[in-house]
Each structure stands twice: as C-alpha cells, then as structure tokens.
C-alpha cells in the first residue's frame, strides 16, 4: 500500500468513525455535498452561458447573420 492510498484510507476511516460516533455529522456532510454539487452547476452554467466566452459570442453572431439573411430575402421578393 503506498503512502496516498494510505492518507485516504486514514481520512475516510475517520469520517466513519465520526459519522459513527456524532449524530449530527452525517446531516452536515450531506448539506455539504449539495453546497459542493451546487457550486459545480453554477461554475458550469457560467461557463456555458456567459456572453463574454467566445462559444456564445459566436453562437449570438450566427443567429443574428441568419436572421439577416432571412431579412434581406423577404425584402427582395417585395
């Protein structure tokens, strides 16, 4: 057994331990979880739908030069 499997063995055994032994540990864990799962979607959801990233920008460009276009079209058949 090296010495990281070691320390995460040693954590884990005294989250156990401590879950075991306090009642109210499991709770907190949980609602700790979630502030992390939380966080995570959030971070993700800034990321995708940001209109400073360029993946927006390009998508907002492409809408607008199809909307243009469709524009343009229903102005030459008149």
Known sequence: MNIATLTWFVIGACIVYA???????Y???????????LALERT?????????????????KRNADRMAREIM?????R
């Open 44 to 60: 993700w959801f800034m990321i995708r739908f940001n209109p400073d990233t360029p993946w927006v920008r390009y998508g907002i």
């Open 73 to 77: 079209k229903e102005n030459e058949n």
């Open 27 to 37: 709770p907190w864990l949980v609602l700790q979880f979630k502030r992390l799962e």
């Open 19 to 25: 879950i075991a032994v306090d009642p109210y540990v």
